[in-house]
């Protein structure tokens, strides 16, 4: 069963809109971690945030925001004013004590800025 | 600080022939995963090295694929023989997990990758 659920496969926006991108989780472990990387063309995996399971406060860093709701098991992931060179696929993942942190990855949200 | 090395960057093979990757962690970092990434998904865990022992190899294709970890450093992923739908970038990465303590520690940080094609 997929631990990890991007259900937006792509997103198209124009530059200077506001973007979310949702991401759904399953674990039944008490310890675990999420994730976003972000993947550009070019191919490598840019980490992003990390949030562990006795955090759920909010984070803002520059233009970028996450929202961790345990009730809901989200935790996604909005920018602000977005601009072209956020175009890429961007990844949720999941980290669990009982699987050893290995990282379970969703299947990615690709996001294209268009001028 | 030195990011987490992967040889070689591209890789074209048969199917039927071997091919090996090979992984240099970052410097003190005790855990080492390799990943699948098949175009258009997510990375998949193959297998998880903690020092040189195997914490995860569940999700490893045991007939085709092997991955050793010798002196608990840099490591090898190993296929073979290869077939047409192992084509995909395969991810290295490293943590400090297993060795120094805190939360950081779980942070994975991903070498470049290695692209396969295999035809």
């Known amino acids: 069963a997929q631990k990890v659920t991007q259900a937006q496969t792509e997103i198209s926006v124009v530059e200077k809109e506001d973007v979310t991108l949702d991401c759904v989780y399953e674990t039944r472990d008490t310890t675990y971690y999420l994730f976003w990387y972000k993947q550009p063309p070019s191919g490598e995996l840019v980490f992003l945030i990390r949030?562990?399971?006795?955090?759920?406060q909010n984070e803002i860093s520059g233009r970028y925001s996450w929202n961790f709701q345990k009730s809901t098991s989200s935790f996604n992931f909005t920018i602000t004013a977005s601009q072209v060179v956020d175009s890429a696929v961007y990844f949720c993942?999941?980290?669990?004590?009982?699987?050893?942190?290995?990282?379970?990855f969703g299947k990615g949200t690709s996001l294209l800025v268009t001028p | 600080e030195a990011g987490v090395a992967q040889s070689p960057r591209y890789k074209i093979i048969e199917k039927r022939q071997s091919v090996a990757f090979w992984c240099n962690p970052i410097?003190?970092?005790?855990?080492l995963y390799w990943y699948q990434q098949i175009l258009g998904q997510g990375p998949k865990l193959l297998i998880q090295f903690q020092n040189n022992g195997v914490v995860d190899d569940s999700q490893l294709p045991k007939d085709r694929f092997s991955a050793e970890r010798l002196k608990g450093v840099d490591s090898t992923l190993k296929i073979q023989p290869a077939k047409l739908e192992d084509s995909a970038v395969y991810l290295c990465?490293?943590?400090?997990?297993?060795?120094?303590?805190?939360?950081?520690?779980?942070?994975?940080?991903f070498g470049p990758g290695t692209r396969l094609t295999v035809t």
């Open positions: 990465a490293s943590s400090a997990a297993g060795g120094v303590s805190g939360l950081s520690s779980y942070e994975q940080y």
């Open positions: 993942a999941l980290s669990e004590r009982n699987s050893g942190y290995a990282l379970n």
């Open positions: 410097s003190g970092h005790a855990t």
């Open positions: 949030r562990n399971s006795f955090d759920e």
